[in-house]
């Protein structure tokens, strides 16, 4: 097969990397792709939101696949465009439609989708422009903390917690004037703060049967110890000590299930990875959000604890066929720890030379998956806040966690930042 994947990210690097010793594979594209695709197959100057030109690329080079690796194009349509046109239908596309890619597309509609068939997740209240007068009413019901979220896409950025009532109050007006986050915030949601402890699962899907992939838990804020802002994460482990077998049970019965059947209901084809981001309360599953591709950095360690052929997978998935496969995971643990550029996730200097390892003094159990990574004059420099996972496996997360750091006091380049706690605490 010949594989186009979008995007430029440690995800999609991941994807490539798993992909690259399949022996269905022919060829693999990425668009744009980063220094580390680079070794993987060949990267061309596409943006993955400039649809024909995505396709005229497709078409030029015989693509049977094209994975989406970002929300972004899912969100407009991408998976639509393709199977509108009779010259494309023959693609696979992995990732849902619009209608399904509603779900990370719109925090309003996945609330409402989760309300209409009884999926537990945090009370809630959705308001949208000329409703500042209803979205402030309900904000004094709730109690501290108050849980402000953009309903459109926000890079991960629009949600405000926060303790104080005022700046709350300050967040829904900025939101909807449009003044905080664009049209993202032009509708937001009011919810209950949940208390608890975060847990990330994969479904792979095509609309009908569904497999479970390895769960994971992310560390979302820059500082160790959980402080600082949030960002677009620095690190992850995988699989997540607190994740019992009889929580697993309730999440596919009380959440995986009903979403899939709702799908259904609702009339909405899906065939892709979803991600429910949820939060164990008191050991029963809520889900805080759903997103509809693969995560960023929980890719770069569920996908190496995956000991079935993705591209298979993949490729049973598009057609159908997902129900024959079986699903294979490894017992071992992965850690990834997060290399970023100074100043993320604030301002930052791009362009610093990076030195790595060579490939043979990179041990069997530890991957260096590229994110903001770029070649200049055949050096690979910094392009991205996130600049490279560090990922360590092993028998236990502490085995894992120490390949991950081992790794990533081998690189080096000016500026190097990354906590030194991934692993450690939840």
Known sequence: MRVLIL?????????????????????????????????LGTNVPLDPMDFDAVADFVLRERVNMVVVGPEAPLVAGIADFFADRADLAHVSVIGPKKAGAALEGSKKFAKDFMHRHRIPTAKYGTFGKGELRDALAF??????????????LAAGKGVIVTEKLSEAES?????????????????????????????????VTDGHAWRLLSSAMDYKRIGDGNTG????????????????????????????????RGLQRDGISYRGFLFFGLMKVQ???????????????ETQIVLPLLDSDLLHLMDGLANGLLSEIDVSLSNKAATAVILASEGYPGAYEKGKAIMVPKQQEIGEDQQLIH???????????????????????????????KRAYALAEAISYEGKNFRSDIGTVQ
């Open 7 to 39: 995007g430029s990210g440690g995800r999609e690097h991941a994807i490539g990397l798993k992909i690259s010793g399949s022996s269905l594979l022919e060829s693999t594209f990425f668009g744009p792709g980063n220094a580390g695709t680079e070794e």
């Open 139 to 152: 904000l004094k019901k709730m109690k501290p903390p108050y849980v402000v979220k953009a309903s459109g």
């Open 171 to 203: 967040a829904v007006r900025e939101m909807l004037k449009g003044t905080a986050f664009g049209d993202a915030g032009k509708e937001v949601v009011i919810e209950e703060f949940l208390k608890g402890v975060e847990v990330s699962m994969f479904v």
């Open 229 to 260: 802002p949030n960002t677009g994460g620095m690190g992850a482990i995988s699989p997540v000590p607190h994740v019992t077998p009889e929580f697993m049970e309730k999440v596919k019965n009380q959440v995986v299930i009903p979403t899939i």
């Open 371 to 401: 994110a903001g990574t770029s070649l200049q004059d055949g050096q690979t420099v910094t392009s991205g806040g996130r600049v490279m996972a560090c990922v360590g496996m092993g028998a236990d997360v502490e085995k894992a966690t």
């Open 283 to 297: 050991g029963d599953p809520y889900v805080i959000e759903y997103n509809c591709r693969l995560g960023d950095p």
